[in-house]
T-cell receptor, first 111, second 111 residues
Framework: QQQVKQSPQSLIVQKGGISIINCAYE??????FPWYQQFPGKGPALLIA?????SEKKEGRFTISFNKSAKQFSLHIMDSQPGDSATYFC??????????FGTGTRLQVFP | NAGVTQTPKFQVLKTGQSMTLQCAQD?????MYWYRQDPGMGLRLIYY???????DKGEVPNGYNVSRLNKREFSLRLESAAPSQTSVYFC??????????FGSGTRLTVV
């Protein structure tokens, strides 16, 4: 019940395209769903997060879509840029509890 | 600069040697965490401290010990290093709720 499953493991997108990364969770008590972005040699950094009372949250080119009934959430990167090339982790938790991370998606955006 | 500071950034150990990874945060966060990151495995929780004076095991605690020295500092000790502990180690902290702030990591190689 504690797992967060993330797919795909790697993703190659052309510049200007849409990158989509999916995650699924099992624990219905989770109420906080963040996405982290990690560049090589750096620690993960919070990118965007959503709570289950909304179905979508947008910040610039990054959008989280949330489907509570399916227990799934996804990250959409619109107009993908080479600078977006990084590893992306989804995560889930109860608000005050420790995060459970997905296994990560390595995104490569080619010009 | 505010944030999470980890030392050292790189370390090579021989099998059986011991070492302590240091972590300090200056954001007055209550909770602190130690994760290891391995290819294809995502971020796995080793130990965490929900508040000063408390520590708990995470998903992969074997071979490690921790000390929450005060509210700012949370150290991770390897008593007898093994090649399986070759990894990148991240410390993170968070306030009572919401997301983590990660350090920049310690890359550890055990030969």
């Amino acid at each position: 019940q504690q797992q967060v499953k993330q797919s795909p493991q790697s993703l190659i997108v052309q510049k200007g395209g849409i990158s989509i990364i999916n995650c699924a969770y099992e624990n219905t008590a989770f109420d906080y769903f963040p996405w982290y972005q990690q560049f090589p040699g750096k620690g993960p950094a919070l990118l965007i997060a959503i709570r289950p009372d909304v179905s979508e949250k947008k910040e610039g080119r990054f959008t989280i879509s949330f489907n509570k009934s399916a227990k799934q959430f996804s990250l959409h990167i619109m107009d993908s840029q080479p600078g977006d090339s990084a590893t992306y982790f989804c995560a889930a938790s109860r608000t005050t509890d420790k995060l459970i991370f997905g296994t990560g998606t390595r995104l490569q955006v080619f010009p | 600069n505010a944030g999470v500071t980890q030392t050292p950034k790189f370390q090579v150990l021989k099998t059986g040697q011991s070492m302590t990874l240091q972590c300090a945060q200056d954001m007055n966060h209550n909770s602190m965490y130690w994760y290891r990151q391995d290819p294809g495995m995502g971020l796995r929780l080793i130990y965490y401290s929900a508040s000063e004076g408390t520590t708990d095991k995470g998903e992969v605690p074997n071979g490690y010990n921790v000390s929450r020295l005060n509210k700012r500092e949370f150290s991770l000790r390897l008593e007898s290093a093994a090649p399986s502990q070759t990894s990148v180690y991240f410390c993170a902290s968070k306030p009572g709720s919401y997301g983590y702030t990660f350090g920049s990591g310690t890359r550890l190689t055990v030969v």
